[in-house]
């Protein structure tokens, strides 16, 4: 009888064993992180974009992150700083979303401002605390950093476009696990989704010292006035991912009024960057007292509700 082995060439034993201690090393690494991610989706006010609820979470939000593995625990808008430091010490990451929420006068902002120092503190204590902020999420935390509203028009509400990535992105920590050919199509083919009124110019951007030794450009755009505005950034030495564009919406958004990418391609860097996003989580330990505690917390304590013929959320949770 001939088995798999004999058949195979010669130097086909040596791959495997090669192959297997590789494998065996990304256990060790694995085995040893936290293998049930909770990710804190923030809720910000309803005012006019879901005409219910006091607060909302879009689905898309959580659909991406569980997408990748991680459950969602809702920050909802009512708590006091105390409430929140400790959800935030109970939680293993942050994503701040897209919106219509003012990044200066709102609860939004307050809970960005409290999240931001939290993740900061984290972090230089060497607690690695993960945060990935989304459209308006991305201008709050350029809000956070600088200090100051630097934030510009642009002349982006409804595009589809190609990322003009740096030197640096394409060496990121965000994109370098991309396969190659992903990386390629994100270069020259319309895979993201830009829907904003606001951006920063990169000419803002590389003149604030605050910005510049904070955040690594990894990607720039050019909206349809030539202005140039920065659309994907991380932090140099915190674990802190921002895009301008929305990921989410490809693979769980629908309304036919955006002009929203959904080749197989967009949907892949939605989940590429989701999975990037979820092993960073990973490696923080924070818990929950307990699984009761835990329970409580999270968003399947809450139903989504069909939106889709209302706003451009197929679907959304109300919080608060
Ligand atoms: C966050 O930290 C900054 C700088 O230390 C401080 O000015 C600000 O008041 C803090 N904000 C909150 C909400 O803690
Ligand atoms: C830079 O930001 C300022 C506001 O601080 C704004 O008035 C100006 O238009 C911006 N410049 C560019 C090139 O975007
Ligand atoms: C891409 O970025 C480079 C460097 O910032 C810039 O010179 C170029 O105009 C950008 N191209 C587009 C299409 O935005
Ligand atoms: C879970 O933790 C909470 C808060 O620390 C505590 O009040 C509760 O008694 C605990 N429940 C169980 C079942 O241990
Ligand atoms: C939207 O859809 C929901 C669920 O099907 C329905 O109850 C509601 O009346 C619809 N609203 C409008 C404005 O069409
Ligand atoms: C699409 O989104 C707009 C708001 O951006 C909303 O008015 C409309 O009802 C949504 N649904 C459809 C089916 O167009």
């Known amino acids: 009888m001939v088995t798999g082995m004999d058949a195979l060439p010669m130097a086909a034993p040596l791959l495997v064993l090669s192959v297997s201690v ?3 090393r990304e256990h060790c690494v694995s085995a040893r992180l936290n293998q049930r991610p909770i990710i804190g989706v923030l809720a910000q006010e309803s005012n006019n974009v879901i005409p219910f609820g006091k607060s909302y ?13 991680a459950r969602v625990a809702p920050i909802s808008t009512k708590l006091t700083e105390a409430e929140y430091t400790e959800l935030l010490h109970s939680i293993n990451g942050v994503l701040f979303p897209g919106g219509g929420s003012s990044v200066l006068n ?7 401002a409290i999240i931001y120092n939290f993740t900061l503190k984290a972090n230089d204590k060497g607690v690695h605390f993960p945060v990935w902020a989304i459209c308006l999420g991305f201008q709050e935390l350029i809000v ?3 200090g100051e509203n630097i934030l510009t028009r642009t002349n982006t509400i409804n595009l589809a476009l190609p990322l003009n990535f740096t030197k640096a992105g394409l060496h990121s ?17 319309p895979l993201t ?3 904003h009124y606001w951006g920063v110019s990169v000419k803002n951007f590389t003149n604030n010292k605050k910005l510049n030794s904070f955040y690594r450009i990894l990607t720039t755009n050019t909206d349809n006035q030539r202005v140039e505005y920065v659309s994907t950034v991380e932090a140099i030495k915190y674990p802190i991912y921002a895009v301008q564009w929305h990921p989410e919406r490809s693979p769980y958004e629908w309304n036919a009024t955006l002009n929203i990418p959904h080749f197989s391609e967009a949907v892949k860097v939605a989940w590429y960057l989701a999975d990037f996003f979820v092993n960073e989580a990973r490696w923080n330990f924070n818990h929950f007292s307990n699984t009761t505690e835990e329970g409580k917390a999270l968003i399947y304590n809450y139903t989504p509700m069909f939106t889709g013929n209302i706003s451009r959320f197929e679907q959304v949770y109300l919080i608060d």
Do not use: D, W
């Open 22 to 24: 590789s494998v065996l």
């Open 57 to 69: 979470i879009p689905a898309s939000y959580v659909k991406i992150l569980e997408s990748a593995g």
């Open 106 to 112: 709102s609860r939004f902002a307050e809970i960005s």
């Open 144 to 146: 956070l950093t600088s």
């Open 173 to 189: 920590r965000t994109f370098k696990n991309f396969p190659k050919n992903l990386l390629q199509a994100l270069q020259i083919r």
């Open 193 to 195: 989704g830009h829907y």
